[in-house]
């Protein structure tokens, strides 16, 4: 069998191929380690968090500037034989054409797949009006598409997690984005299954992203039947190491019990994993 890792340009062609059928789940790491404990896990790709990566940096989520996320998936990409998507944000700029000379530096760090957001970070004006964002949208297709390689762009509607959350608000973004060149929609925020049902009849037959949550308790089966093409866990794999971290040193500050560090992965299972990968990592291309 051979040990050739694969190009970038196979990690591209094997990422749009996923989105052709079937519903797969696309975790989300935080830096190097997590990209390649989930590789060895066996998922089939992988996407960026910009929480997850800001929390890594001791930021807030969406503090993280261009230079430091643009390095950050350069090393994730490298790092794993998986298609990565970049959660990109809302692209780190306001006007179109500066998404556009963003998105080209996203595609030069190899990913196989980029998301653009229409929020703005703005608490009095949320959401770019539609024109705006669907100008956006066109500008990242066009980057896209003029560096000449097949990354997959994604149109998220954020209308939910801004505090607007209107259904129809929100299919109108997602069909406007589809048809400015998005190969695949997300709204996160998305709960119930009349919701998600209804917007992936709406933007048929454009692939749905669907943003799990808590809050909806649907299973990978439940998604699937809903017609759902992919499933991503956004900052909450991140939270899940965190939240341990949290219970383990609150436990020991103020109890004095060490028992959450049972749960730990053993050194000897880790090492030998990242030892078997580096290796695997130094072969020949």
């Not at 959350?165 to 048809?179: D, G, S, V, W």
């Not at 060149?181 to 917007?199: E, K, M, N, S």
Request: aromatic share 6%.
């Amino acid at each position: 069998m051979s040990n050739e890792r694969p190009s970038v340009a196979d990690k591209r062609r094997r990422f749009r191929r996923l989105h052709e059928g079937g519903c797969f789940v696309l975790p989300n790491p935080w830096d190097i380690g997590s990209a390649r404990f989930l590789q060895h896990l066996g998922f089939e790709a992988l996407a960026s968090t910009s929480a997850g990566f800001a929390w890594t940096q001791g930021a807030a989520d969406g503090a993280v500037g261009l230079g430091s996320v643009l390095s950050h998936l350069q090393a994730v990409v490298a790092a794993t034989d998986l298609p990565v998507n970049a959660d990109f944000q809302n692209g780190f700029a306001a006007q179109a054409a500066g998404v556009a000379e963003n998105v080209r530096s996203a595609v030069a760090t190899g990913i196989a797949g980029l998301s653009i957001e229409d929020s703005t970070g703005d608490a009095a004006e949320p959401l770019y009006p539609l024109p705006n964002a669907v100008e956006r949208i066109r500008a990242a297709r066009g980057a896209i598409d003029s560096s000449g390689g097949e990354v997959l762009l994604v149109g998220r509607a954020e209308c939910f997690l801004v505090g607007r959350p209107n259904l129809e608000e929100t299919i109108t973004r997602l069909r406007a984005y589809a048809e400015a060149g998005a190969d695949c929609v997300y709204a996160p925020g998305l709960r119930t299954h009349d919701q998600i049902a209804q917007v992936v009849r709406a933007v048929a037959p454009t692939p749905v992203n669907v943003l799990w949550s808590t809050a909806s308790e649907l299973s990978v089966e439940e998604l699937a039947s809903l017609g759902v093409r992919r499933i991503s866990l956004g900052g909450a794999l991140a939270r899940v190491a965190w939240g341990a971290v949290a219970r383990t040193g609150r436990n020991i500050m103020e109890q004095g019990c060490f028992s959450g560090l049972a749960q730990a992965l053993s050194s000897k299972e880790l090492d030998g994993l990242f030892r078997d990968q580096l290796r695997d990592s130094d072969s020949p291309r």
